[in-house]
């Protein structure tokens, strides 16, 4: 196994809290109403700004977007370090010599803030993320190119995410695909199509590399 690439956020970051907690205080803002988790979730798809222009009309996009930034830092500077488990996870695949890589939905300035506070954006060398494809997941575009970028083919490649889109994206693009039901919150409890490996504590997916001497 040469590439392991890894959705973001409910997989690397325990990020999905952060962002229905950012999206609650923009429905408070812009529409007067308080937002469920499970109505911010129905908004996953595109990026974090995508989600935004869906929800308000053009001529508040810049103002919002401005507050996107505000409340997602205040959010995510509240939740503390990355996991220890990610972090040897990481560690171990990298030490390895193994390419690790982002392919995920979320645009490029609020990973670029989760990574400035988790401190981990050293362990990858590539990043896609959902202002680099012109079709989101389940396509599988951003995963093809970063399996292009890190020099592997499919078949030498694991993808690991925590959503049905994930996984999809995943058969689709022909590589091993990994289930992470890790974090306090993921987006897909049970997999519509199963994943070729599932996961429940990022110890054990660590342990299995291990023993496959990966």
């Not at 590539?126 to 292009?148: F, W």
Request: hydrophobic share 40%; aromatic share 10%.
């Amino acid at each position: 196994m040469k590439t392991i690439v890894f959705d973001f956020d409910g997989t690397l970051a325990n990020t999905l809290p952060i962002i229905v907690s950012t999206f609650q205080h923009l429905f408070r803002t812009y529409k007067g109403v308080t937002a469920s988790a499970e109505e911010v979730m129905a908004l996953f798809g595109p990026t974090e700004e995508g989600m935004l222009h869906d929800l308000l009309p053009e001529e508040d996009w810049a103002q919002a977007e401005r507050d996107l930034y505000t409340y997602y830092r205040q959010y995510q500077s509240q939740q503390g370090e990355a996991d220890p488990d990610i972090i040897a996870l990481l560690d171990y695949v990298k030490k390895k010599g193994v390419k690790l890589a982002i392919f995920t939905g979320k645009g490029r300035c609020c990973l670029d803030i989760s990574l400035e506070y988790l401190q981990i954006e050293h362990y990858f060398d590539v990043m896609i993320t959902g202002d680099d494809v012109a079709r989101p997941k389940p396509n599988s575009e951003g995963l093809r190119k970063a399996i292009d970028l890190c020099d592997a083919t499919p078949a030498e490649t694991i993808y690991v995410g925590d959503s049905d889109a994930d996984i999809a994206a995943g058969k689709s693009a022909g590589v091993l695909t990994v289930g992470a039901c890790w974090m306090e919150r993921t987006q897909s409890e049970h997999f519509i199509q199963a994943p070729d490996r599932v996961y429940q504590q990022v110890s054990d997916f660590l342990n299995d590399l291990k023993h496959q001497h990966i």
